[in-house]
């Protein structure tokens, strides 16, 4: 998966001028090439603005019966580059293909290409028409067996859809927009209208002990319109297979498995914030693997694995017949950033919903929780013991801040053997190897950030302090710092690990040092538009970081 992520102030910049007047699209090495139309001369489509009064009632009765937490409207069309939107020629001869869309008053947009199938010349853009919030980037890396592609959240109102290939190829593109998603709730929305005050931030001081574990948890939309929480889960082969455990009750099935996208790290950026938290690090595309009513758990396998970029963990597990004396979840109140709640007391096996023990013994009930809470879309987060290992994943319940009532896990125990077939268990997944452990640890950890030393003092060392503009048309320039004086070697890669530029080797001095790449490769090439990763080395310490093309 490519990392599609910017943080669009080159680009921001260069929307406005297209609403200014005729925009030169890019040519070799973001020297113009030729005239384009602005942006008010493309295709708009437009929809009804939204009944929010009648969602909102809707949505009460939709969360008390423990439905996918829903945060937009579908709206279903068929269009593709023959039948809608603008074309244009390149000098180059490449075509360029451009669609707005627009959803009036709404807080986001996404996607849903019903049929997706890209040519390696191509490449499709996705941004808000304003300019502001990330751009992403789709290509032939991003073709699925089931044909489609479902793009993450955008928070606007309206979007460009940007499509360039070369002439020669356009007989072999399929692009089929089926549904553009209008978003009412949740995502954009103010901070009075988010997740409860109890909800503990991940990023607060509670959360300390917890980061490998933290890194697991994702959320996810289905079809562009519900969503709710899972984890990526190790496996006995410890081979990272991307398996992530989620809640029978969230409606993820055959037909919209292909369509969910997970998203990573969506967190607060400081402790009590409730918000600020971003879309940018994601998966799209999954296939389902099994599946149980009887402790609500769900198993599928996204199509890729998340971006090492992303720092990724894969959460550890306990299958044992035990009862925790403590618990911990770590999960998406509805569905905002993330949150982790505590129960420092033991917990019961009961039946789902109900009190007595050992009842039918499927799940595992919080009775109440000592610190934070879970709201609907925490549904399908885990639930870890004392060891840092899940026991199971929550089906439902009763809590919220306003009280201290129970909710229930579906239990690991019951779920390793699920109903006795593959389709219906996690044993043949979670241990492909037949080992039959107990147990298994998390794999992976969460790098911290590197404090800079003190200049001149110790052994070497050499870190990233900026890079800019990022994104970049023309040329970018790195500072990185040295706590004494060294040789330097700097390279540049695609993220899939190519190398395309070697920038040599230079004498660094102590204190900080600045570098800058053209977007040219080894043989004067200009480099495509997308994420480059810069590595610099020094005797044994490396440092890395990326930045982003445009053209």
Request: hydrophobic share 35%; glycine share 10%.
């Amino acid at each position: 998966m490519n990392i599609r992520k910017t943080s669009a102030a080159v680009f921001s910049m260069m929307l406005a001028l297209s609403f200014a007047g005729t925009v030169l699209a890019g040519g070799i090495g973001g020297v113009p090439a030729v005239q384009v139309q602005t942006l008010y001369q493309v295709q708009l489509t437009s929809f009804p603005a939204l009944d929010t009064s009648r969602l909102a009632a809707e949505d009460i009765i939709g969360d008390d019966e423990g439905l996918p937490y829903r945060f937009a409207v579908a709206q279903d069309v068929f269009l593709t580059p023959e039948n809608s939107g603008t074309w244009e020629a390149m000098t180059d001869g490449r075509l360029l293909w451009r669609h707005r869309f627009a959803c009036p008053g709404v807080l986001s947009l996404n996607l849903g290409f019903t049929g997706y199938r890209l040519p390696r010349s191509a490449t499709l853009l996705v941004y808000a028409a304003d300019g502001s919030g990330p751009v992403f980037r789709f290509d032939a890396d991003d073709n699925r067996s089931s044909g489609q592609l479902w793009t993450p959240i955008l928070l606007t109102s309206e979007l460009v859809i940007e499509l360039e290939v070369a002439a020669s190829e356009r007989q072999n593109l399929r692009l089929e927009l089926g549904r553009v998603s209008c978003g009412y709730r949740g995502f954009g929305a103010d901070i009075a209208d988010k997740s409860g005050d109890c909800n503990i931030d991940v990023i607060c001081a509670q959360g300390d002990d917890w980061r490998d574990d933290i890194a697991s948890i994702g959320m996810y939309t289905i079809s562009g319109i519900r969503r709710c929480s899972g984890v990526l889960i190790n496996n006995t082969a410890q081979d990272r297979r991307p398996l992530f455990l989620t809640a029978n009750h969230c409606s993820v099935d055959a037909s919209n498995v292909a369509q969910m996208v997970v998203y990573w790290n969506y967190e607060s950026p400081s402790c009590g914030e409730h918000g600020g938290g971003t879309l940018t690090q994601f998966n799209h595309g999954s296939a389902l693997l099994s599946a149980s009513a009887t402790s609500d758990f769900k198993l599928v396998e996204l199509d890729e694995s998340p971006d090492p970029v992303f720092g990724v963990t894969y959460a550890g597990w306990d299958r044992s017949d035990s009862v925790p004396g403590s618990a911990v979840a770590i999960h998406h109140p509805s569905t905002d950033e993330k949150s982790i709640s505590f129960e420092n007391d033991p917990l019961t096996i009961t039946t789902y919903l109900e009190n007595p023990v050992p009842g039918n013994s499927t799940h595992l009930r919080v009775i109440d929780w000592d610190e934070g809470t879970t709201e609907p879309g925490s549904s399908g987060s885990p639930l870890f013991n004392a060891d840092h290992r899940i026991v199971g994943q929550l089906h439902g319940g009763y809590a919220a801040c306003t009280n201290d009532l129970s909710d229930w896990y579906g239990r690991l125990f019951i779920s390793w053997q699920g109903d006795g077939t593959a389709e219906t268990r996690l044993r043949d997944y979670l241990d492909p190897e037949g080992s039959g452990v107990m147990f298994l640890s998390r794999l992976g950890v969460v790098d911290p950030e590197p404090e800079p030393p003190p200049s001149g003092e110790g052994e070497l060392d050499l870190y990233l302090v900026s890079a800019s503009p990022n994104p970049f048309l023309v040329e970018v320039e790195l500072i990185y710092h040295l706590n004494q004086d060294a040789l330097v070697r700097a390279r540049v890669f695609t993220i899939k690990g190519y190398l395309i530029r070697d920038l040599g080797e230079f004498a660094g001095n102590d204190g900080d040092n600045s570098l800058s790449w053209n977007g040219l490769d080894d043989n004067g090439r200009p480099t495509p538009a997308g994420l480059y990763l810069f590595y610099l080395e020094s005797e044994d310490k490396t440092a890395r970081g990326q930045v982003i093309r445009l053209r």
